[in-house]
């Protein structure tokens, strides 16, 4: 059973930075996606980064040049380190895995088999 767990979440002032990670166990196949999305209160939910097993990467426009997302395939690992963080990064971050080997990034959060729980990320004023 494949199990998504995120860790990482807190509290930072505008301007700051937060890494959040997210560990996968259970997992039997190769060639996977992962990937972060984000929803905020009353939103829904929207993509934020992805990256493929071979390390390429994918980005929403609101936060490229800002956050860096990065795995440890040894590890099943996946890391966003978040940067300049704004008010308006402020959600509840979810990993995902997409296991149909893609060769990109998906932005649609259906093509995402496997979900964490989410980790809380508030950015203050």
Do not use: H
């Not at 071979?54 to 966003?80: H, P």
């Not at 259906?110 to 990320?121: E, F, N, S």
Request: glycine letters at 10%.
């Amino acid at each position: 059973q494949v199990q998504l767990v995120e860790s990482g979440g807190g509290l930072v002032q505008t301007g700051g930075s937060l890494r959040v990670s997210c560990a996968a166990s259970g997992i039997t196949f190769s060639g996977y996606v992962m990937g972060w999305f984000r929803q905020a209160p009353g939103k829904e939910r929207e993509f934020v980064a992805a990256i493929t097993y071979a390390g390429n990467t994918n980005y929403a426009d609101s936060v490229k040049d800002r956050f860096t997302i990065s795995r440890d395939n040894a590890k099943t690992t996946v890391y966003l380190q978040m940067n300049s963080l704004k008010p308006e990064d402020t959600a509840d971050y979810y990993c995902a895995i997409d296991s149909t080997r893609r060769s990109y990034g998906s932005r649609w959060f259906r093509a995402y088999d496997y979900w964490g729980q989410g980790t809380q990320v508030t950015v203050s004023s």
